[in-house]
């Protein structure tokens, strides 16, 4: 008995239909490209000491209207550890995924390409690619310099060990940093026989701002094919209140609509919520005279529907606590819905 035949195309037009058979989404390119910029998925961590903690965080932000989740990425090589920072992204916010080079297990030219694998709103794949060359002749001890989390206003020291193993004639002449809050010195401790230890100070000074800070200070060399060794650094200063989110999405909204939010505000010690106001948006927001370490507010938003703002529409929390002075601030970022009969008037 004959089977009767398809054409084959009816066949494959049938399977897409049914999701059997996944095309390469040609859109997904458009909202990637959106997402992240062709020239920031390239990483070159340059030459860094042997066990040196070195990383670099790739931004990712999410141009669509559902939220943009992250199910897993890969490297291509044992050389570089790849983290999701942010597993979910909300529409309009950033996430990052983290490259970690792997200093102290791997030495000589290295790279890695990293495979970011989403599957909602839509299946698509990103990849990323680090470079670096480790050298083994000098090693940092420990790898980085980090600080943690410290008080706004207070100061601390911390010190790093480096080893070279080499030229007897090799030595550092210079350790500088991008910031005026941070404060470099060294020193050598040793030189015999070609081995060669140096004691760096890196000093957080007490005008350090409020954050999360994550740099580089470089160290200069004589060594022609070292000339600079990266020494990253790592400081949360953390403010008498720290406020999340700092920054409010509200999405698409419609003129007069109102939309609730949370806000969470922590402090090192008990205070009180006074007041919350806005600039360029409505707010209703009961506090409470108690004072406490945490407070959660819930925040009835309407922005002003006349606001016009060069990046677009956006308005300010300020809120009044006994703790600061100054208010807290957090910034309100939206769109406006525009109505189906305004588009079809657009039209015409």
């Known amino acids: 008995m004959r089977c009767p035949s398809f054409p084959v195309y009816s066949i494959v037009f049938f399977l897409i239909a049914c999701g059997m058979v996944c095309p390469t989404p040609?859109?997904?390119?458009?909202?990637?490209?959106?997402?992240?910029?062709?020239?920031?998925?390239?990483?070159d961590f340059g030459t860094v000491a042997r066990a040196a903690n070195t990383e670099h965080r790739f931004l990712i932000k999410n141009p669509l209207d559902r939220p943009l989740h992250i199910r897993s990425v890969r490297a291509s090589c044992g050389c570089t550890?790849?983290?999701?920072?942010?597993?979910?992204?909300?529409?309009?916010?950033?996430?990052?995924?983290?490259?970690?080079?792997?200093?102290?297990?791997?030495?000589?030219?290295?790279?890695?390409?990293?495979?970011?694998?989403?599957?909602?709103?839509?299946?698509?794949?990103?990849?990323?690619?680090?470079?670096?060359?480790?050298?083994?002749?000098?090693?940092?001890?420990?790898?980085?310099?980090?600080?943690?989390?410290?008080?706004?206003?207070e100061a601390r020291t911390l010190h790093v060990q480096l080893d070279y193993a080499g030229r007897n004639d090799w030595e550092v002449v210079d350790f500088q940093s991008p910031v005026e809050f941070i404060r470099t010195g060294f020193e050598e401790v040793?030189?015999?026989?070609?081995?060669?230890?140096?004691?760096?100070?890196?000093?957080l000074l007490s005008t350090a701002p409020a954050g999360l800070h994550q740099l580089h200070l470089l160290l200069h060399t004589n060594d022609r094919n070292l000339k600079t060794i990266p020494l990253r650094v790592?400081?949360?200063?953390?403010?008498p209140?720290?406020?999340?989110?700092?920054?409010?999405?509200?999405?698409?909204?419609?003129?007069?609509?109102?939309?609730?939010?949370r806000l969470v505000l922590k402090g090192r010690t008990d205070f009180r919520v006074l007041s919350v106001e806005g600039r360029n948006v409505k707010v209703e927001c009961p506090v409470t005279e108690v004072a406490k370490k945490v407070h959660l507010l819930r925040v009835e938003l309407r922005p002003d529907p006349h606001v016009v703002?060069?990046?677009?529409?956006?308005?300010?929390?300020?809120?009044?606590?006994?703790?600061?002075?100054?208010?807290v601030k957090v910034d309100v970022v939206f769109e406006w819905e525009v109505a189906s009969t305004e588009i079809a008037a657009d039209d015409r």
């Open 26 to 43: 040609v859109a997904a390119q458009g909202w990637l490209d959106q997402a992240i910029a062709p020239s920031e998925r390239v990483h």
């Open 81 to 153: 550890t790849p983290i999701v920072e942010t597993e979910w992204i909300q529409p309009g916010e950033v996430g990052s995924i983290l490259a970690r080079f792997n200093t102290g297990t791997f030495t000589g030219k290295r790279g890695a390409t990293l495979t970011v694998v989403f599957d909602q709103p839509s299946y698509a794949e990103l990849q990323l690619r680090v470079s670096g060359y480790i050298r083994s002749d000098v090693v940092l001890f420990p790898g980085e310099a980090n600080f943690g989390t410290i008080p706004e206003g």
């Open 190 to 203: 040793q030189r015999t026989n070609g081995r060669i230890k140096y004691r760096l100070h890196i000093e």
């Open 234 to 239: 790592i400081a949360r200063v953390e403010a």
């Open 241 to 261: 209140i720290e406020i999340s989110p700092k920054l409010l999405t509200l999405g698409k909204i419609k003129p007069g609509e109102t939309v609730s939010q």
């Open 309 to 327: 703002h060069e990046d677009g529409p956006r308005g300010e929390l300020l809120i009044h606590t006994d703790a600061l002075d100054d208010p």
